[in-house]
Every structure is written in structure tokens, then in C-alpha cells.
């Protein structure tokens, strides 16, 4: 059975770079038709997806967050990991890593995890 | 594109019927998706391609709709359906670079 865990900094001062990497287990990270998304929820805007790695190595970014953000993906280690920048108050959120399949939607998630930008 | 859901609460009691609507600004058809998402839980899927069930999804979880237009009806709640909805469309016609977007949920209590 497919399992996600993300992990990574729980707390980031305004300014600098949010890092999360999410790790895939029971299954493989490369697959035709397998993209590597990460959606965020916060209360003020609901869930938002960030943007998602195909297992091909491309990338497709939310227009509203491109310029801050990255996706890479480690096959080697079975994992994928979020980078984004100049995080502000606005970044705080919980932020969750999901398998989409083509046509399938998202269907598997990880259990997310809390990240909060403070000084 | 704009996901818009209503109701934005349905207040029901179980064994009733749950209709809840998903609208989008412009058509996302045939990949509208719903998650049910309980409190510290991340979101599951239910359904996807507008009108397939997840996998392990009972059938009384019902859902349909074409172009802009989707409904997702659960026709008897249970005490384990009492959640929060939230559609999502990833519409291969508009393609990513425009970003997946999901609707700002419908909460059955």
C-alpha cells in the first residue's frame, strides 16, 4: 500500500526558505502517469495546490506562487521535495504531498504537516 | 478557473439525503474531483472524472455532472459521512499552467 510522509522545518522566520521533503513508501516514485503534487491549507484560503513533479522530471507551478516556488524529485531515495522562498505570515499552513494519477485525480495523501512563518 | 460550492453548510441528520453542488467558471469536464476532509485529516478521495468512485468508496456516495455543472449526493448519511466536501477540477483542457483549483467546501453537519 502507497504511503506518504512529509517532514521537514515546522517553524521559518519571514524571509527565508520553507524546505519539505515527502517520502514515498510501498510503492515506486517513478511511473508513467504518476505526478508529485503539493497542495497547502490554511484557514484564510482554503486547500491550494502548489504545484506538482511529473515522474518525467517536469514541473508545472501555481501562476500565483511560481516565482518562489520548487519541486525536485530524489528517485534514488523514493522522495520529493518543496522549496519556497521569501515565505511570509501568508505561507503558514499545513502543507500536504499526494500522488495524482492521470485521469485518477489525487488519490493517495500524505497526513500533511504544520508549518508556521514566525520570528 | 473559480470553483464555487454551495451550500456552504447542510445541516441534516443521518439517513437524510446530502446534495451538494460544485460550479465552475468555466468547463472542467470530465476532471472535477470530491474529497471528504475530517478534522486533522487530510482530504480523501471520493470521486474523480466527475462521476467514478474512488476505490473502497461505498455507493451511496453519488456523483455526477458535465461542463460546469457537478452535484455529488450521498443518498443516506451516515454518522461517518458528517464532514467536510471540497470539489477540485484538474482540467486537462486548461492544462496546469493555469494551476488546479478546489472549491472552498461544503460542511455536512
Known amino acids: 500500500q502507497l504511503q506518504l510522509q512529509e517532514s521537514g522545518s515546522g517553524l521559518v522566520k519571514p524571509s527565508e526558505t520553507l524546505s519539505l521533503t515527502c517520502a514515498v513508501s510501498g510503492g515506486p516514485i517513478s511511473g508513467d502517469g504518476y505526478s508529485w503534487t503539493w497542495i497547502r491549507q490554511s484557514s484564510g484560503k482554503g486547500l491550494e495546490w502548489i504545484g506538482y513533479i511529473h515522474y518525467s522530471g517536469s514541473t508545472f507551478y501555481n501562476p500565483s506562487l511560481k516565482s518562489r516556488v520548487a519541486i525536485s524529485i530524489d528517485r534514488s531515495k523514493n522522495q520529493f521535495s518543496l522549496k519556497v522562498t521569501s515565505v511570509t505570515a501568508a505561507d503558514t499552513a499545513v502543507y500536504y504531498c499526494?500522488?495524482?494519477?492521470?485521469?485518477?485525480?489525487?488519490?493517495?495523501w500524505g497526513q500533511g504537516t504544520t508549518v508556521t512563518v514566525s520570528s | 478557473i473559480v470553483l464555487t460550492q454551495s451550500p456552504g453548510t447542510l445541516s441534516l441528520s443521518p439517513g437524510d439525503r446530502a446534495t451538494l453542488s460544485c460550479r465552475a467558471s468555466?468547463?472542467?469536464?470530465?476532471?472535477l474531483a470530491w474529497f471528504q476532509q475530517k478534522p486533522g485529516r487530510a482530504p480523501r478521495l471520493l470521486i474523480y472524472?466527475?462521476?467514478s468512485r474512488a476505490t473502497g468508496i461505498p455507493d451511496r456516495f453519488i456523483a455526477s455532472g458535465s461542463g460546469t455543472d457537478f452535484t455529488l449526493t450521498i443518498s443516506r448519511l451516515e454518522p461517518d459521512d458528517f464532514a467536510v466536501y471540497f470539489c477540485q477540477q484538474y482540467g486537462q483542457q486548461s492544462g496546469p499552467s493555469t494551476g488546479w483549483t478546489f472549491g472552498q467546501g461544503t460542511r455536512v453537519e
Open positions: 472524472g466527475a462521476s
Open positions: 468555466e468547463s472542467v469536464s470530465p476532471h
Open positions: 499526494a500522488r495524482e494519477v492521470w485521469y485518477h485525480g489525487l488519490d493517495v
